[in-house]
């Protein structure tokens, strides 16, 4: 089982940014998916969670406005589109069978009992 991350890159403040999450050996469909990011030595944070059927979203407050996810589920694939990215975006980003971000004061985590994260694409935003 693989959920390879892929579309990162090196971006100028204000720039746009489309990456995807392929999955392998795992069927999405019935499942909502999130994405991830992480800084070295910090936290990982639970950035977005795109609904089993597309039409439902949510989203940390730090990309709220900027981010939006989707999937094909035909494809196997969840996107992450990214907009007006900002330095403090620059992370290692990756996507996993489970949400957990906080938005607000509310935390939303779907998990079904199965662990499967893959390689992240890291993301670098410059001033």
């Known amino acids: 089982v693989q959920l390879q991350a892929s579309g990162g890159g090196l971006v100028q403040a204000g720039d746009s940014l489309r990456l995807s999450c392929t999955a392998t050996?795992?069927?999405?469909?019935?499942?909502?998916i999130g994405w991830f990011r992480q800084v070295s030595g910090k936290e990982r944070e639970g950035i977005a969670c795109?609904?089993?059927?597309?039409?439902?979203?949510y989203y940390a407050d730090s990309v709220k406005g900027r981010f939006t996810a989707s999937r094909d589920n035909a494809k196997n694939i969840v996107y992450l589109q990214m907009n007006n990215l900002q330095p403090e975006d620059t992370a290692n980003y990756y996507c996993?069978?489970?949400?957990?971000?906080?938005?607000?004061?509310?935390?939303?985590?779907?998990?079904?009992?199965?662990?499967?994260w893959g390689k992240g694409t890291q993301v670098t935003v410059s001033s």
């Open positions: 050996g795992f069927n999405i469909d019935g499942y909502e």
């Open positions: 996993g069978s489970q949400c957990g971000l906080y938005y607000g004061s509310t935390y939303y985590n779907r998990y079904y009992g199965k662990d499967y």
């Open positions: 795109v609904g089993e059927g597309g039409d439902n979203t």
